[in-house]
């Protein structure tokens, strides 16, 4: 894979999504990172549709960036129909890993439905 295509951001409704261009490895890893950071959006989807793997430590950072962004309370969901990259976030982090969808449409549901029932919790 060439790394000549950088990972795509774009907002939608207050997630972030963060679209990889194909395996994921650590350095487009930590530009995922970059990316949600530099968002500042406490609801990322991660649309890893392409990627065929998932580098060990960029699974780690993911669940990383899932964890931080619970402690503020939101978190990162996964596009991805590939079972070998679900399961390596559940081997990294077994039941802390971030949840796994098979299509965008279904993931951006879900974080748009955390977002909006984040300010009920907090009542």
């Known amino acids: 894979m060439s790394n000549d295509v950088a990972v795509q951001t774009r907002d939608f409704g207050g997630c972030t999504i963060l679209t990889v261009p194909g395996d994921l490895d650590a350095a487009l890893a930590d530009e995922i990172r970059w990316a949600a950071n530099a968002a500042?959006?406490?609801?990322?989807?991660?649309?890893?549709?392409r990627a065929g793997s998932v580098d060990a430590s960029a699974a780690t950072a993911l669940v990383g960036l899932h964890e931080r962004a619970r402690a503020r309370g939101g978190g990162v969901c996964v596009v991805t129909r590939e079972l070998g990259v679900r399961a390596q976030f559940e081997q990294v982090?077994?039941?802390?890993?971030?949840?796994?969808?098979?299509?965008?449409?279904?993931?951006?549901?879900?974080?748009?439905?955390?977002?909006?029932?984040?300010?009920?919790?907090?009542?």
């Open 40 to 49: 500042d959006s406490r609801h990322v989807v991660v649309d890893l549709g």
């Open 93 to 123: 982090a077994p039941g802390f890993a971030p949840r796994c969808y098979d299509q965008i449409g279904d993931a951006l549901e879900a974080s748009m439905s955390d977002r909006d029932a984040a300010p009920a919790d907090l009542a």
